[in-house]
């Protein structure tokens, strides 16, 4: 016997019953029995079904505004590798289905590649990406289906149209060929036209550990965004070779001198190549190369000091042409190159071999902030997270005043009191995805003998700087200034007086458009930017470089590569060492660093251990010495969606001074004989309209912070009685006193509301 039963929405018909001949009779009543009772039982599953909202196609829901609830039915395209989101399609679309919070349970555990799926939920867009959460109601229609057939596009074509769709680009190749996939985040591509764009990986991908291909692939992904389109590999099966003319190694710099430097490049086919330069993203001059050949390499002299250079290669095999994308490189400057290292704190001068630093005082490092603002003559480029700091603010009025052109880019949440009332120099305020965590100043970047850049891991706050443990360089050179003006202007979206809020970038729309090795003085230096410059790789590069120590000193620590570059260290006999501020943080490495042997401590003295630094290879003869430090966090946020910038210095003597304040630190962290209880505070009224008052009588300071460690406020404790302070013009939120004395710290949370 059988039965053909047409659904069509909740519409069941018994269509067809056909009894075959050699049917027996005798059993026909039981039969029509059974089958009745089959067809109940069939209904009273399928209905549930298919009984839910009318359901549209994928195309149509995309259709509809955020928060508009919709039904739809794809198959699904995805599974786990890419964590708990589903993507699925339709003959129409695609779509991303995310079980966020309130959505019906098990999704993400039972919701597998290849199944038919029909899902209710609330649409929503989620840095960019359309999505469909929380899910509250979703089914399982039907297993195993055949997957959609990729669509054939080149780079050029991605758009909001084809998002959570399945796709295929032809001939792409990885600017990373022949590393490894070592880190979660972004792998930039580019396809056989010269289009860039991004291929993610998160942690737990099948791809993680794995080669990145060395040839041209043909990538099949599911295109995604994050503030910016990108593409997610499934497996290695979606990463197909293909027969490409490609790059090999894309063009790198070496060599760098006053009035030249040396391009290199591959390709996997013998050809010749024209080499592009000039001084803008579009170099006029060209130079022909007809030596058919696999490594290229060309010198190109006759170059300005102190100048970026953009540089593009035309490859050609017969007939076939390349072109790598336009790459900016720096020559050595004419400046002095001098390189001056502040620490707030004291280090342990017996550890820095008769080295000095330049200051290890609060005091010092405010000195000659002031007084390389005092001194600029053309320009000053600020962009610097937190800022309470009426002082420095006053100085940048006066150099306004004087005739000095003075930009500044701030945090978009209002973190900078000191801006506040609104200066008479031009300010933006920017990343509203995640945070302007940058801290560095750019003066007189066009003047030779007199630009210098500020960097390091130091806000602007009183708490900051007083308290809080921080490094602070001031570099004179004239190609890392222009350098680090580069990327100003890319956030200020204008090489102009004002900003140009329409082509301003921040976060994950920034480009990797900035030169990264550097010759300052004697000493090789890289900079970097998050997030568009993979930060986390070339941390985990320079601790790899390690052949005796490693130290680290860390506000906050969760990003894995770096964690386990520093666990194999150890287990290859290196001494590894590390202090963490803040080890409650969700992913916090430090537990993980415990349970492998690292010997890591948390920070416990009265002031945050607010440093970004690693430090490889100090005072070791024959090795490469170099140092991390930057505003860079060891984060995922810091690598993926912050603005952040980092230095690499590979100097000897740099790296003492650095090993010098870590070992101060580290003898004061272990000795400390604190009281782990500490006197007890409290913070009334709570929750606070204009005002509260501390009570705990005893002497010390106090920082008033939010979550993400903004200060906003900063004031002196009483000995006796109650401290009082003005909250009024706090933002309504979550805030915390943080009160230190000589017995540690401790962190008082309140609550700010509407008056």
Known sequence: MEIAININGCNIQIINIRVEKDFHPAFFPNTIYMLR??????????????????????????????????????????????????????????????????????????VVKGDSIQVTGTLVVFHGLLEISPITDWQVVSKNNPLPEPKSITLADVSDALEGQLVRIDCVSFNDAGGAFTTSGTYGIVDGNGVAADVYIRTGHPLQGTPVPPATVNLTAILSEYDDFQLLPRDAGDLAASPCFFFTEKPDQSNIQKNSFTVSWKTNQVSSATLRYGTTPTPANEIALPMLTLTHTYSLNGLQPGTIYWIQIEANHNGDIIQSETIPFATQSLSSGAIKVFFNHAIDESSANGLTPAGQSFNAVLDETLARIAGAQQ?????????????ITNALKLAYANGVRVRYVAAIDGSSPALNPAPPFP??????????HNKFMVIDADLTDQCWVMSGSMNWTTGNMTDDYNNTLFIQDQSLARTYQLEFEEMWGSSGNFPDNANSRFGAAKKDNTPHKFIIGNVPVESWFSPSDRVTSRITEAIQTADSEALFALLTFTKDEPANALIDAFNNGIQVRGMIENTGDQGTEFNYLISQGVNVQQHSLGGTLHHKYGVIDANLSGSAPLVITG?????????????????????????????????????????????????????????????????????????????????????????????????????????????????????????????
């Not at 000053?380 to 309470?388: A, F």
């Not at 912050?642 to 003898?667: G, Q």
């Open 427 to 436: 300010v933006i305020y920017g990343n509203s995805a995640a945070l302007m």
């Open 379 to 391: 320009t000053i480029d600020v962009s610097v997270y937190n800022n309470n700091r009426i002082d």
């Open 37 to 110: 009772t089959f067809l109940l039982l069939t209904l009273t599953l399928l209905l549930p079904v298919f009984s839910h909202a009318q359901v549209i196609s994928i195309a149509q829901a995309r259709s509809q505004p955020a928060g508009s609830t919709v039904t739809v039915r794809g198959v699904v395209t995805n599974g786990d590798e890419l964590g708990k989101i589903r993507y699925l399609q339709d003959g129409t679309a695609g779509i991303a289905a995310f079980p966020g919070a309130g959505s019906a349970p098990g999704f993400e555990t039972t």
């Open 631 to 755: 505003s860079h966090n060891w984060t995922f946020s810091a690598e993926t969606a912050n603005d952040e910038n980092t230095l690499i210095i590979h100097d000897a003597d740099i790296a003492t001074l650095y090993k010098a304040e870590f070992e101060r630190r580290w003898v004061e962290n272990t000795t400390s004989t604190k009281s782990p209880s500490g006197p007890s505070f409290q913070v009334f009224p709570n929750p606070a309209t204009t005002s509260i008052a501390i009570t705990g009588g005893m002497q010390g300071k106090v920082s008033i912070c939010d979550a993400t460690g903004k200060e906003y406020l900063y004031d002196l404790l009483h000995s006796s009685g109650t401290t009082s302070l003005s909250v009024a013009q706090l933002p309504v939120g979550q805030y915390f006193a943080i009160i230190r004395t000589n017995h540690g710290t401790t962190t008082v949370p309140f609550q700010k509301v509407q008056r």
